[in-house]
C-alpha cells in the first residue's frame, strides 16, 4: 500500500493572551495524531500552551498572482490611518 | 504568429519575470512558496534543503549509537535529547522542501535509492564515547558556522525553519565541548580517548565545509539566491580560527603539523586537506557509507506496515463518523 | 521501615523507569518515521528523567557519596529490580506499543497511588510523573487501536506481541516483601488492588482495538526478586559499558 500520512499545518499559542501562530507542519495519518504529534515535535521546549492542528489541504490561499489587485488598493486609503487628521498640539491624547 | 515566434514571446515573458525575480532577492525580499519562481531556482532549492534534511536524519546514527552506552545519566538524557533535535531538525527541513511540490515520501526515495547526498562527515564511525564529544564540538560547530547565514536566505520557509534550527542547535555544541573538556581534564587515559577523536574528527570537519572555491560549481549562482553569503574557503578559514583557541584552552593538539598562526593575514595557515578522501567518502568508500543508508533504509521498510495501519485505522473511523452522520 | 528496605522500595519502581527507558531510546533514528521517533524519544527521556528522581533520592538516603550514576550503572544485574516486562527487546513496532501499553496503565495506576504516600519525595516524584505517564498511556492505547483495527498485517503482529507478552503483566501486582513493608507505612502502593482496574482497563482499549487478551495459564515472575531474562544480561552490557571498563572517573 502506498497510503502516505497527510500533512498538516501546525498553530500554537505560545501563552494566553497570544493569538495562535503558525509554527510549521507534519505528517500524521488522523487528527488525533497530528495534535499528538505537534506537541512532541513544536513544543518539547515549553513553547505553547494551545495547539491547533488542519489538514493542509483545507486552506485556501490567495493567489501571490493576484496580490496587486488584493492588497495594493488598500495602499492609497490614508485616511484610515491616525496621521492623516491635523490636530491642534494642545490635544494631547487621541 | 510561427510556433517560434511564440516560444520566444514565452521565453521574453519568463526572462523579464526572472528580472523581477532577482531584483526581489536582491532587495532582500523573501520568496513564498506559492510566488513564481524560475524553475533552477526551486530545483536547487529541493536539492539544498533536502541534502541537508538528509544530513539530519543520518545524522542521528553515529550519535545514537552511544546513547544506550553513555556514562552517566547526565550525558545520556542530554545525548537523546540532542539525536531527537536532529529529528525534528530535519521535520522541519522535511516541511520546508515539501513547501516546492515534492513530498517526503519522493525525498525519501531519493536518499533511499542514492540519488541525493547527505553530509559525508556522517560515514565515520563513532568508536568511542569522546566521538559523541569531536562531533558536537567540531561536526556541529562546522555546522552552525554553514546555517547561520541561512537563518537569512531567501526561500521564505527555508529561511524559518533555519532560524528554529539555530535556536536549538545552540547547546549542541557546547554539550559536545563540554564531553571534549571533561576528558581532557579528567585521568590521562581519559585524555587519550579525547586527543584520538580530536585526531580523526579533525580533517573531515574541515571538508564538511565543501570543496575548494577553485572546485566548487555552485558558488556564484548560490550567493545571487543568499544560499551562501560566504564562501567554502572564507567558512574553512571562520571554522579554523575560531576552533584553534578552543582547543589550545583544553590542552589538546590540533593533528596538523603546518598549522601556525599568521601574523600577516591575522589567520591560522593550514595543512593540505586530503581531498582524495573526501571525494571517496562522497563517491559512497566512506567506512560507513553502506551501514548508514541501509540503517535508514530499514527504519523504512520496517515501519511501511505501521504507516498503513494508521492509515487504514484513519480511513475507517472517518467512515464510521460518516455513518453516524447519516 | 528500614532505609535498606525502602531503597529496595523504591528501585522496584525507579527501576522499570530505567530499563523501558534505555529500551526506547536503542529506539531513537529508527522509528518508523519522524514524528513517531520523536514522541517516543519523548516517552524515554520522560522515564530517564524519573529515574533520576528516584535515584537522586536513593543517592540522598543511602548517606554516603553514592552518585544516581553509582546506583544506575554499577550494580550486578541480581540487584536490579525491575519486571520481567520492561527488558523484553524491541522485536518490531508492535511489540515496542503493546510493551508501552502493558506498563503505562500499570504505571499511571501506580503513581495515582504513590501521590499519597506518606513520603513527601515520593509523593511529588509520583505527582509529577502522572503528566507524564497520562501522555503515554494515551499515546500507547491510540497506537494499540490503530495497530489493531488497521490493516490485517497489523491486526495479526500487535496480537502476536500481545498472546507473547501478556504472561508478563501479573508480575507487576506481586508484592515483595519490601512492597509489603513500605505498605504498612503509608509509603508504598498495594498494587494487588490495581489489578482489576488494570485488566478493564486493557479490555476497554482492546475492545475498541478488536483484539483479545490471551488464555494464559502461566504468569512469568522473578525481576522484582532480580531474577531477570537473559536479555537483561546484554542490556546491562551496553548500559554499564562506559562505567565498567573506565571505573572511577568523571564524565
Known amino acids: 500500500m502506498k497510503n502516505n500520512w497527510p500533512l498538516w499545518e501546525v498553530f500554537v499559542r505560545s501563552k494566553n493572551g497570544l493569538e495562535h501562530r503558525h509554527f510549521g507542519s507534519l505528517h500524521a495519518a488522523d487528527a488525533e495524531m497530528a495534535l499528538e504529534n505537534a506537541r512532541d515535535v513544536y513544543t518539547r521546549r515549553n513553547e505553547g500552551v494551545s495547539i491547533w492542528v488542519v489538514e493542509s489541504k ?14 495594493d ?3 492609497d486609503k490614508v485616511y484610515r490611518h491616525p496621521t492623516f487628521y491635523t490636530l491642534p498640539d494642545e490635544v494631547k491624547h487621541m | 504568429m510561427s510556433e517560434k515566434e511564440v516560444k520566444n514571446i514565452g521565453a521574453e515573458q519568463s526572462r523579464s519575470l526572472e528580472e523581477i525575480f532577482d531584483q526581489r532577492i536582491a ?3 523573501k520568496i513564498e512558496p506559492r510566488d513564481w519562481m524560475p524553475e533552477k531556482y526551486r530545483k536547487t532549492h529541493i536539492r539544498q534543503i533536502s541534502q541537508h534534511a538528509h544530513s539530519e536524519i543520518v545524522g542521528m546514527l553515529p550519535e545514537g549509537n552511544w546513547i544506550s552506552r553513555a556514562p552517566s545519566m547526565r550525558r545520556k538524557v542530554a545525548l537523546l535529547a540532542k539525536v531527537q533535535d536532529e529529528a525534528g531538525h530535519g521535520l522541519y527541513l522535511y516541511s520546508a522542501c515539501e513547501t516546492l511540490g515534492i513530498s517526503r515520501d519522493e525525498l525519501y526515495e531519493q536518499l533511499h535509492t542514492g540519488k541525493a547526498k547527505y553530509s559525508s562527515i556522517f560515514n565515520y564511525p563513532t568508536i568511542t564515547w569522546a566521538d559523541i564529544g569531536a562531533i558536537g564540538w567540531l561536526v556541529d560547530g562546522a555546522a552552525i558556522i554553514n546555517q547561520v547565514p541561512l537563518c537569512s536566505t531567501s526561500y521564505g520557509p527555508y529561511a524559518r525553519a533555519m532560524v528554529r534550527v539555530c535556536k536549538e542547535e545552540s547547546f549542541h555544541q557546547r554539550q559536545g565541548y563540554e564531553i571534549m573538556m571533561t576528558l581532557a581534564k579528567g585521568t590521562p587515559e581519559q585524555k587519550e580517548l ?27 549562482q548560490s550567493m545571487k539566491w543568499k544560499l551562501k553569503r560566504k564562501t567554502n574557503d572564507e567558512l574553512r578559514q571562520q571554522f579554523i580560527d575560531q576552533t584553534v ?3 589550545d584552552l583544553i590542552g589538546l593538539a590540533i593533528p596538523d603539523p603546518e598549522l601556525k598562526w599568521n601574523e600577516e593575514t591575522g589567520h ?12 571517496q567518502v562522497v563517491k559512497g568508500h566512506g567506512p560507513c557509507n553502506k551501514e548508514r543508508l541501509s540503517a535508514r533504509v530499514n527504519a523504512w521498510e520496517e515501519g511501511e506496515w505501521v504507516r498503513d495501519a494508521a492509515m487504514a485505522y484513519a480511513e475507517k473511523q472517518d467512515t464510521k463518523k460518516l455513518k453516524k452522520v447519516i | 521501615m528500614k532505609n535498606e528496605n525502602k531503597i529496595q522500595y523504591i528501585y522496584g519502581i525507579a527501576d522499570n523507569a530505567l530499563i523501558l527507558g534505555q529500551r526506547l531510546s536503542e529506539l531513537c533514528g529508527h522509528g518508523p518515521n519522524l514524528e513517531t521517533d520523536i514522541a517516543m524519544t519523548n516517552m524515554a527521556l520522560d522515564l530517564l528523567g524519573q529515574t533520576r528522581s528516584y535515584y537522586q533520592y536513593v543517592a540522598q538516603l543511602s548517606g554516603d557519596d553514592k552518585t544516581e550514576d553509582d546506583i544506575a550503572f554499577l550494580r550486578s544485574e541480581r540487584q536490579y529490580k525491575n519486571v520481567l516486562l520492561v527488558e523484553q527487546p524491541n522485536r518490531h513496532f508492535g511489540y515496542v506499543i503493546t510493551r508501552q501499553f502493558f506498563y503505562d496503565v500499570f504505571h499511571l495506576l501506580l503513581l495515582q497511588e504513590l501521590q499519597n504516600s506518606s513520603d513527601e519525595t515520593l509523593s511529588a516524584i509520583a505527582k509529577k510523573g502522572i503528566k507524564e ?34 504472561r508478563f503483566t501479573d508480575e507487576l501486582f506481586h508484592m515483595t516483601d519490601d512492597d ?72
Open chain 1, 58 to 71: 483545507h486552506i485556501t490561499a490567495s493567489n501571490p498572482e493576484n496580490s496587486e489587485e488584493l492588497f
Open chain 1, 73 to 75: 488598493p488598500a495602499q
Open chain 2, 27 to 29: 532587495r532582500d525580499e
Open chain 2, 194 to 220: 579525547a586527543q584520538d577523536a580530536l585526531n580523526r574528527w579533525w580533517w573531515p570537519s574541515l571538508m564538511m565545509l565543501g570543496p575548494t572555491d577553485a572546485e566548487s560549481v555552485h558558488t556564484e
Open chain 2, 245 to 247: 583557541p578552543q582547543a
Open chain 2, 268 to 279: 591560522y595557515d593550514f595543512g593540505e586537506i586530503d581531498w582524495d578522501e573526501f571525494w
Open chain 3, 133 to 166: 505517564v497520562s501522555y503515554h498511556q494515551r499515546f500507547s492505547s491510540d497506537w494499540i487501536k490503530r495497530l489493531g483495527d488497521g490493516t490485517e498485517e497489523s491486526h495479526q503482529k500487535v496480537q502476536e506481541a500481545i498472546d507473547d507478552l501478556w
Open chain 3, 180 to 251: 509489603d513493608m513500605a505498605l504498612q507505612d503509608n509509603i508504598g502502593v498495594n498494587t494487588i488492588a490495581l489489578k482489576e482496574r488494570y485488566v478493564q482497563m486493557v479490555k476497554e482499549v482492546f475492545d475498541e482495538a478488536t483484539l483479545t487478551i490471551p488464555e494464559t495459564k502461566w504468569f512469568q515472575k522473578g525481576g522484582k526478586q532480580g531474577v531477570h531474562s537473559e536479555h537483561m544480561g546484554y542490556l546491562l552490557s551496553d548500559l554499564q559499558y562506559m562505567q565498567r571498563a573506565y571505573p572511577n572517573m568523571k564524565w
